[in-house]
């Protein structure tokens, strides 16, 4: 991955009491990369991912967005905390992160969900976000649901609109946090869909996934956590044509 980073991260760990979860990460996403995070159940997947637009605080280590290094400082604890709230507002508003459970507003519509961030954080002209907001959801598929509520969609529908809301503010990455886990095996092919057509526009993502045909066949490099470390990482037909680690051979064997 030679081209301009897009997201940095440098020794990373992370540790929840005496419980090291994350335990020295390195890795980069170039722009237009697709990194796919695979590992087993408590292998510190989500964590990473969660670290990364710090909604969970490292225990030590850097993150880089862009380039742009999050300022981080020591408490009188020990702990890491943030030292410029704003700085991590502002990434944060172009940092899009899908979650498991879609995190969608109840109270509010789809399309309301959709302009929200745009108009309230990023400072768009109402009739700027609707118009966009619009086309976004034409696009995965729900322009007919612009103003039903999150309650009354299926799973997958609810997992198409968070990837719209996340589309909304235009996102340097895109981080997926095993996006099709939470819904019925017949949705997840809808969902994987539009993230399949997301990648080919080559925009940058970080996603954690358990669809491992997926990941080969639309990543562009793997990543293997166990154990809070990276076993192995390498591009998709090395990590499942040819994997050297007795520990992934054994998880792809598992899970195929």
């Not at 459970?101 to 961030?117: A, C, D, M, S, Y």
């Not at 099709?180 to 997840?188: F, H, I, N, Q």
Request: charged share 25%; net charge neutral.
């Amino acid at each position: 991955m030679a081209n301009e980073p897009a997201i940095e991260i440098r020794d990373l760990r992370k540790r929840f009491g005496s419980l090291e979860v994350l335990k020295g990460i390195s890795l980069t996403a170039g722009q237009g990369d697709i990194v796919a995070i695979i590992g087993g159940s408590g292998s510190g997947k989500s964590t990473l991912l969660r670290c990364i637009n710090l909604l969970e605080r490292p225990t030590s280590g850097e993150v880089a967005i862009q380039g742009e290094t999050y300022r981080m400082r020591t408490s009188r604890h020990g702990d890491m905390e943030i030292a410029d709230r704003r700085q991590v507002q502002r990434i944060r508003a172009h940092l899009g992160m899908v979650f498991q459970n879609f995190n969608l507003w109840p109270h509010r519509t789809v399309l309301e969900n959709v302009i929200e961030v745009p108009i309230h954080v990023l400072g768009m002209k109402r009739d700027e976000a609707v118009h966009r907001a619009e086309k976004l959801l034409n696009r995965v598929g729900l322009g007919s649901q612009k103003s039903m509520y999150p309650g009354f969609l299926s799973g997958g529908q609810q997992q198409r609109a968070a990837i719209a809301r996340v589309l909304a503010v235009d996102p340097l990455a895109m981080l997926f946090d095993e996006p099709t886990s939470a819904l019925d095996p017949e949705l997840v092919g809808e969902v994987l869909s539009v993230i399949r057509d997301l990648a080919a526009e080559q925009r940058t993502m970080m996603l954690v996934t358990h669809e491992m045909a997926f990941a080969r066949d639309v990543a562009s490099h793997v990543v293997f956590l166990r154990e809070g470390v990276i076993e192995e990482q390498g591009p998709p037909d090395q990590i499942f044509g040819d994997p050297r680690s007795p520990y992934l051979k054994q998880f792809i064997s598992s899970v195929a």
